[in-house]
Nanobody
Framework: VQLVESGGGLVQAGGSLRLSCKTSGFTFDAYDIGWFRQAPGKEREGVSVIRRRHGTIGYADSVKGRFTMSTDSARNTVYLEMNNLKPDDTARYYC????????????????????WGQGIQVTVSR
């Protein structure tokens, strides 16, 4: 299983970035896929998750209305569109995956998925 993130960088507050996560090694549509982030000195925070068996996407309250997760099954790729970025969004962002759960997962659960990428840094300046 491989997940490779790209698209991070430095942006001013109020700006936008789109992260991509190219996946391979598993059946894309049969896995729950999520994004989590971790800032220095802080715990991992679930950002979003696509729940395959339920056809829903969940978001953390801290990003709801600003971030949008999407998928492209033809490219086995997931995206995280981040708008109106804030300095508090500064963190290393990871995409991760696990076999689709029967129950609808809380967003926080993505921090415990079995497979994740190397992460990509997002820095939001004031």
């Amino acid at each position: 299983v491989q997940l490779v993130e790209s698209g991070g960088g430095l942006v001013q507050a109020g700006g936008s970035l789109r992260l991509s996560c190219k996946t391979s090694g598993f059946t894309f549509d049969a896995y729950d896929i999520g994004w989590f982030r971790q800032a220095p000195g802080k715990e991992r925070e679930g950002v979003s998750v696509i729940r395959r068996r339920h056809g829903t996407i969940g978001y953390a309250d801290s990003v709801k209305g600003r971030f949008t997760m999407s998928t492209d099954s033809a490219r086995n790729t997931v995206y995280l569109e981040m708008n109106n970025l804030k300095p508090d969004d500064t963190a290393r962002y990871y995409c991760d995956a696990d076999e689709a759960a029967w129950e609808p997962l809380r967003v926080a659960a993505v921090t415990m998925f079995d497979y994740w990428g190397q992460g990509i840094q997002v820095t939001v300046s004031r």
